[in-house]
């Protein structure tokens, strides 16, 4: 369907402006309110940006930066941005699609986006939040919204002729929205005191951006003598030195000492750390990279003996691994142990495997 929506807001701005810059609701007066304490956990709010993202005539803008904020508002409507600049000396408005926001990532600290995200067709909506995320690094999102189902062009109450675009969302469903385009929501509410429009009550949600770090794992190089240590991997992968993951509550010699066990029955002491180093690596579906640390190993008891995780096992040259090797990667870092091994004083490797 054609989009009247900002063309209406040009028309209405300031009578929109005059119905709303002065009013504020005690409920989203609160959410708001609880969004700026959020971002302001330690240090003082002139230090904090924030997105006012589908701002209108300003009136949140306002207070933003009036609480001491940086404040950026953007809108796409000419007509609203006239009434901001006029209303809100001090803050910088900018025109702006939220679907085409080009500032750089991590540009601020919090978005504020207050009955704006309901103007996008719903299809836009997980493609916005994403590029939210991006801006935010890490944050705070202030959203609000109309609950509802479906999606309609309505003149509302600006009277005929003032026809704009509304999609109205459900609660779970925007909570899966924001999930997925990586925030954790903190808190939801519904305003039940809505009296304009008593089938689609605002919805108000303050997310906050979900940390995304990389799985972080390890490697053992064991020798014996000349020999290295390989196993076979149960999946059918082929063969690999031993590695896995940290656990939660480990640290990385822990680890090591512990994933040799597990996947090969022997006891072994960590000669030295060769390298940490950084690749990429899809985890259930999603690229999450992996920062794994190698160490080069003595066994010093124990057998060997096939377990969930590999077949067998087998002592080998350097020179002569079998194959096929479930990854050239760990081929580099024996490489590296190798040279580390030979020389005393060789500096830890950190680097990226490609
Ligand atoms: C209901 S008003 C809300 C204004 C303000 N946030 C407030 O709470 O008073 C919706 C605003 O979203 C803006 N808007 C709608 N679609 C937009 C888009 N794609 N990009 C930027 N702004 C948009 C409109 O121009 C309008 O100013």
């Not at 039940?192 to 770090?213: N, R, S, V, Y």
């Not at 899809?282 to 190698?294: C, F, K, M, N, S």
Request: glycine share 8%; charged share 25%; net charge negative.
């Amino acid at each position: 369907m054609d989009d009247p929506t900002i063309a209406t807001y040009d028309r209405i701005a300031s009578t929109f402006a005059e119905r709303t810059f002065d009013t504020i609701s005690p409920e989203l007066a609160e959410r708001r309110a609880a969004f700026a304490r959020a971002i302001v956990e330690r240090a003082p709010p002139n230090r904090f940006r924030i997105l006012d993202a589908g701002c209108g005539p300003g009136r949140d803008s306002k207070w933003f930066h009036e609480q001491g904020f940086q404040v950026i508002g953007v809108d796409l409507s000419d007509g609203m941005l006239a009434e901001a600049r006029r209303r809100v000396p001090g803050v910088d408005f900018q025109r702006a699609d939220l679907r085409h926001l080009a500032f750089p990532p991590s540009s601020f600290d919090g978005i504020w986006c207050c009955a704006a995200l309901l103007h996008l067709s719903r299809s836009e909506v997980p493609d916005v939040l994403a590029s939210f995320r991006r801006l935010l690094g890490h944050g705070y999102l202030g959203l609000t919204v109309k609950l509802g189902e479906g999606e309609e062009i309505t003149d509302g109450i600006y009277g005929p002729g003032t026809p704009r675009r509304i999609t109205y969302f459900g609660r779970y469903e925007l909570e899966l929205y924001l999930e997925r385009a990586g925030f954790e929501v903190r808190a939801a509410a519904v305003d039940q005191t809505e009296a304009q429009d008593p089938q689609h009550p605002w919805l108000g949600i303050l997310a906050q951006t979900t940390l995304f770090t990389p799985l972080v794992g390890v490697v053992a190089v064991v020798m014996d003598g000349d020999h290295v240590l390989f196993s076979e991997r149960a999946d059918g992968h082929g063969w690999n030195l031993p590695a896995g993951f940290i656990d939660a509550d480990e640290a990385p010699d822990e680890a090591v000492i512990r994933e040799v066990r597990e996947e090969t029955g022997l006891e072994i002491a960590i000669d030295r750390l060769v390298g940490i180093y950084a690749r990429p690596r899809t985890y259930r579906g999603q690229p999450r990279g992996l920062i794994t640390h190698a160490f080069l190993c003595s066994p010093t008891g124990g057998t060997l003996v096939p377990t969930t995780e590999a077949l067998q096992h087998v002592w080998l040259p350097p020179a002569t691994p079998p194959t096929p090797m479930s990854s050239r990667h760990h081929l580099e870092i024996l490489a590296d142990a190798l040279a580390a091994r030979t020389t005393a004083s060789a500096v830890t490797r950190m680097r990226r495997l490609h």
